[in-house]
């Protein structure tokens, strides 16, 4: 099978020619039609992430048909359309695991990161860390959900019943939490690049309240914020537009160093917290919200053999919405 693979920190991604994986007893074959591309990759390909495996197959927004099971699988099937997200496998019995956070397992595997993921015409995966997906999508659509939309899902939830959220780096995860937020009844305000008037455009025409740069304040304070960009410096930023008792959850799995700041932008109980990972159940509430509200994820596809172009892509931040590599 072709595949598109971990070179070394700071080095473009390879192509080449690997075995068909063969699944474990636990574990679906699936085809790939469609992996998103993450910030995650990024970070992966820059060297941020410390020890990945060597060679990994990038990618964790998958979504692809189930071409054989492991013989000790019981709740998928072949030819059923599945996708496949970030956390691959944990433990199941650690303490983390009993209080159903296994989001925080020590001993969590992560796909395209420690298990090969998605840019590839073939993956593997554990059939418990795999998620029946809406008919509503097809499969370019569907990949961002399972992570732009599952994360961005987690660091809504975490703000709990504010009634005004920002989201600063609208990019991936902010384009489909936006939609989420405005339709759960939410006043959402975009920070954007400085200067950037297509993704404020973009911002506003998702429902957005409000969008500007992330140099600019909105007009009045909010209950949150959600910093999805790596931007360390953002965090005091935040807080300084979140009012009294509001929260700032960062989004990322890597961010810049948080320069220092005075504890009146944090005194008046504001809180500051971090997501990691994600969990089943975040899955499963984000997939639930799928079917029943019009949530669009706007997408931009590139064949397997571009996936350095669509990481360039990414990072360079001129993609509006997600990009997908299509096998």
Not at 109 to 134: I, N
Not at 306 to 320: K, Y
Request: a negative charge; glycine letters at 12%.
């Amino acid at each position: 099978m072709r595949a598109m693979c971990f070179a070394g920190a700071g080095q473009p991604l390879v192509g080449r020619e690997l075995p068909t994986p063969e699944p474990g007893p636990h574990q679906v074959l699936v085809r790939v039609a469609a992996c998103a591309v993450c910030r995650t990759d990024l970070h992966l390909v820059d060297g941020d992430l410390p020890d990945p495996k060597p060679g990994v197959v990038p990618g964790h927004e998958i979504v692809g048909t189930i071409a054989a099971v492991g013989a000790a699988v019981t709740e998928r099937r072949v030819g059923e359309r599945v996708g496949i997200p970030w956390l691959g496998w944990t433990c199941g019995s650690c303490a983390y695991c009993a209080a159903g956070r296994e989001n925080l397992c020590d001993q969590a595997r992560f796909t395209g990161y420690q298990l090969d993921g998605g840019f590839a015409e073939l993956t593997v995966a554990d059939e418990r860390f795999c998620f029946p997906l809406p008919d509503r999508y097809d499969n370019e659509h569907a990949a961002p959900l399972l992570c732009a939309g599952l994360i961005g899902w987690r660091a809504l939830a975490m703000t709990g019943d504010a009634r005004s959220v920002g989201l600063y780096g609208f990019g991936a995860a902010a384009h489909i939490i936006a939609q989420v937020a405005v339709q759960l009844g939410r006043d959402v305000a975009a920070f954007t690049r400085p200067g950037d008037a297509d993704g404020q455009a973009f911002a506003r025409s998702l429902g957005c309240a409000w969008a500007g740069g992330s140099d600019e304040v909105p007009p009045h304070l909010l209950d949150a914020a959600i910093i999805f960009a790596p931007v360390g410096a953002l965090v005091p930023v935040a807080l300084r537009t979140v009012g009294k008792g509001g929260i700032v959850v960062c989004g990322g799995i890597h961010m810049s160093d948080i320069p220092s700041f005075p504890y009146a932008d944090l005194w008046s109980e504001r809180r500051l917290c971090s997501v990691a990972n994600l969990t089943r159940a975040d899955g499963v509430e984000l997939l639930s919200l799928a079917e029943r509200l019009d949530i669009r994820t706007t997408t931009t596809a590139f064949p397997l053999t571009a996936a350095n172009e669509a990481l360039d892509a990414v990072r360079g931040g001129s993609i509006e919405g997600a990009a997908v590599i299509v096998p």
